[in-house]
Each structure stands twice: as structure tokens, then as C-alpha cells.
């Protein structure tokens, strides 16, 4: 039987703010409200995992601007 991820812990803890203020901000810009209790537990799984897959898309394109040394676009264009 996997393990899995055991616990949602950032890799850096100083990000653990910066990381829930990108999620919200990700979040209004896809549509979703997020919770006002901090709670995500009641909102849909496809709600949560669109947050989710949404944030780490941003991540990678920042990560490959920054490697290509490229502008950064405004946030919600596509390539």
C-alpha cells in the first residue's frame, strides 16, 4: 500500500504566507470563492484541484522566465 503525502507542509516555512496569499489570489482569478474560515474541506475536490493545478502552473512559468530571463506576463494570459 503507498504512503503518500503525509502531511501539506512548505518546504520553506518563511513561504507558508506568501504560498496561502498566492492561493487566494489564484482562487478569485479562476472563479472560485475561496473560504472565508480558511477551511477548503467543503468546497468541491474539482474546486480545490483547479486552485491547485492553476498555482503550480503559474509556478513553472515563473520558474522558466526567470531560467530564460524573460519579462513575466500579467497573470490569466495563455501561451
Do not use: H
Not at 503525509?6 to 513561504?15: G, M
Not at 474546486?47 to 513553472?60: E, F, K, T
Amino acid at each position: 500500500m503507498a504512503q503518500g503525502q503525509k502531511s501539506n507542509r512548505a518546504l520553506v516555512p518563511q513561504a507558508r504566507q506568501a504560498l496561502d496569499q498566492f492561493k487566494y489570489e489564484v482562487a478569485r482569478e479562476i472563479g472560485v470563492t475561496p473560504p472565508a474560515s480558511g477551511y477548503w474541506g467543503d468546497l468541491p475536490a474539482r474546486q480545490c484541484g483547479a486552485v491547485g493545478g492553476n498555482m503550480v502552473r503559474r509556478m513553472i512559468q515563473v520558474a522558466e522566465q526567470n531560467l530564460s530571463n524573460a519579462p513575466v506576463p500579467p497573470a490569466g494570459t495563455t501561451r
